[in-house]
Nanobody
């Protein structure tokens, strides 16, 4: 089992920044992928960004150039730095851990971008 604890969500004005963190604990394997997904009201959950243990990164087109994903393997923690936030970034953001086909989710953290 893997437990994921997220932090860093909140309310921010358009153009502002937030940093999300997700700490993983439990049966962590060195070969894994960690990432962030989001789900806005009435929409499907979508990938925002993910990072492999090799440090390869993928981003959704909608966040490229604004969001940066990173990880600290020693702390089993993944971060999402979100800059130039837009109202359409408003959603619940979920941390994800995947290793050898096992998939785990965090409880979600609300990000609201509004003036």
């Amino acid at each position: 089992q893997v437990q994921l604890v997220e932090s860093g969500g909140g309310l921010v004005q358009p153009g502002g920044s937030l940093r999300l963190s997700c700490a993983a604990s439990g049966s962590i394997f060195s070969i894994n992928t960690m990432g962030w997904f989001r789900q806005a009201p009435g929409k499907q959950r979508e990938l925002v960004a993910r990072i492999y243990n090799t440090d390869i990164k993928n981003y959704a087109d909608s966040v490229k150039g604004r969001f940066t994903i990173s990880r600290d393997n020693a702390k089993n923690t993944v971060y999402l730095q979100m800059n130039s936030l837009k109202p359409e970034d408003t959603a619940v953001y979920y941390c994800n851990y995947n290793s050898y086909g096992d998939n785990y989710w965090g409880q979600g953290t609300q990000v609201t971008v509004s003036s």
